[in-house]
Structure formats: structure tokens, C-alpha cells
T-cell receptor, first 117, second 118 residues
């Protein structure tokens, strides 16, 4: 496999369920990201991990809990979600060398479409 | 204030014609990067083209070119010779400053849906 892989592609859950989204990157990158894409809204950055350390948490409710066990894997644990949390959750990775001038593009997976009933 | 503005929610173009997708940005940082991504119905965001704030020339990648007008803070994407497979959502994004902390924080616009007609 190549690139960034996300599972599951589709998830339906009730408000009391606990589920997890998984992301795996096969690019040897050192930074991983979770973005939320809701209908008619720009992509919202949720979390960033750099070298397996969380470096950004953009005021995301605690019902979303990220985990980065190693540089290739990123999880988003979901608990007691609300219907407004229904969205496409996109994982991305990048290879960044601090101080270097590079394009810094993110490589995205196909997303996990979450529906909360 | 919005950092990235895409004023065209939807655009139509005839196959083989050129189309311009608008993007304006707002930053006071002299160092920044501008990106365009394509999102087909599959959901994956596909990187198309990059322009650095200090780049003297407009970026080009195959049929994609970026019309960078720094004084006007605009970074329009031009797609030449449109193909049916170009039908998708297109997002403009910006990174303020250089890479810092070992990661790259992108701010995205709301997107433009492009439909290519045969």
C-alpha cells in the first residue's frame, strides 16, 4: 500500500457509542494531522502530531481523543458524540524539516465519513 | 476575518476550455505559502500546485498554473484544456510563515465546485 490510508471509510454511530478512526501513512513522514470537513464549511484543523508528540489541539471537544502510537499511525477515538459531529474526517501527513524552505504540502487520505444518529 | 476567501461556490466550464478559480488571502506575514488542492467525490484531497510568497515566477504544473498577484493578495488557479475528470471541489489553502515546529499548518478556503461539461 502507498500513501495515506484511512479506515473505516464510513461509520454510523449512536451518541452513546465509542468508536475509533484509524489512519496509516506509508510515506515515512514525521507529522500527522486530523482535519474535520463539515458540509459548507472550510476544513478545520483538529490535531497535529509532530514526531509522535501532539503539537496542536485547536479547541477540540474532549469527546474527540487523538492517539499517535508511532510515526506511521494516528487514531481518533470517538465517545459520546453529537449529531453536529457528523462530517468527513480527513487524515494527512507531511515531512517537515524545521528551518528548511520547502513546499510543505500535506498528503491526505480519502477520509472517514462519520454519521452520528 | 477570513484568511482564505473563495468567492465562487460553483463554476461550469466546457470541456477543452480554460477556467479560472479565484482565491484571495489575508496575512500580514511576509513569508507564506499558497496551495491548491482538488477533492473528487472519493474524498481524497489531491495536491495540485504550490506558490511561495518569495517566488518570482508564477507556479505551473502541467495544465495547472497559479496566477499570483501579490499586491492584490490573490492566487487564482487556472486550469487549461479542461477535462471531464477535472470535475471536483477545489480548495485554496495558505501556510503563514515558514515551517515551524516540524509541521505545516494549512488554512483552507470554503472551496469551489467545478463541473466540466462535454
Amino acid at each position: 500500500e502507498t500513501g495515506v490510508t484511512q479506515t473505516p471509510r464510513h461509520l454510523v454511530m449512536g451518541m452513546t457509542n465509542k468508536k475509533s478512526l484509524k489512519c496509516e501513512q506509508h510515506l515515512g513522514h514525521n507529522a500527522m494531522y486530523w482535519y474535520k470537513q463539515s458540509a459548507k464549511k472550510p476544513l478545520e484543523l483538529m490535531f497535529v502530531y509532530s514526531l509522535e508528540e501532539r503539537v496542536e489541539n485547536n479547541s477540540v471537544p474532549s469527546r474527540f481523543s487523538p492517539e499517535c502510537p508511532n510515526s506511521s499511525h494516528l487514531f481518533l477515538h470517538l465517545h459520546t458524540l453529537q449529531p453536529e459531529d457528523s462530517a468527513l474526517y480527513l487524515c494527512a501527513s507531511s515531512q517537515e524539516n524545521e528551518g528548511a524552505i520547502n513546499t510543505g504540502e500535506l498528503f491526505f487520505g480519502e477520509g472517514s465519513r462519520l454519521t452520528v444518529l | 476575518a477570513q484568511k482564505i476567501t473563495q468567492t465562487q461556490p460553483g463554476m461550469f466550464v466546457q470541456e477543452k476550455e480554460a477556467v479560472t478559480l479565484d482565491c484571495t488571502y489575508d496575512t500580514s506575514d511576509p513569508s507564506y505559502g499558497l496551495f491548491w488542492y482538488k477533492q473528487p467525490s472519493s474524498g481524497e484531497m489531491i495536491f495540485l500546485i504550490y506558490q511561495g510568497s518569495y517566488d518570482q515566477q508564477n507556479a505551473t504544473e502541467g495544465r495547472y498554473s497559479l496566477n499570483f498577484q501579490k499586491a492584490r493578495k490573490s492566487a487564482n488557479l487556472v486550469i487549461s484544456a479542461s477535462q471531464l475528470g477535472d470535475s471536483a471541489m477545489y480548495f485554496c489553502a495558505m501556510r503563514e510563515g515558514f515551517v515551524s515546529g516540524g509541521y505545516n499548518k494549512l488554512i483552507f478556503g470554503a472551496g469551489t465546485r467545478l463541473a466540466v461539461h462535454p
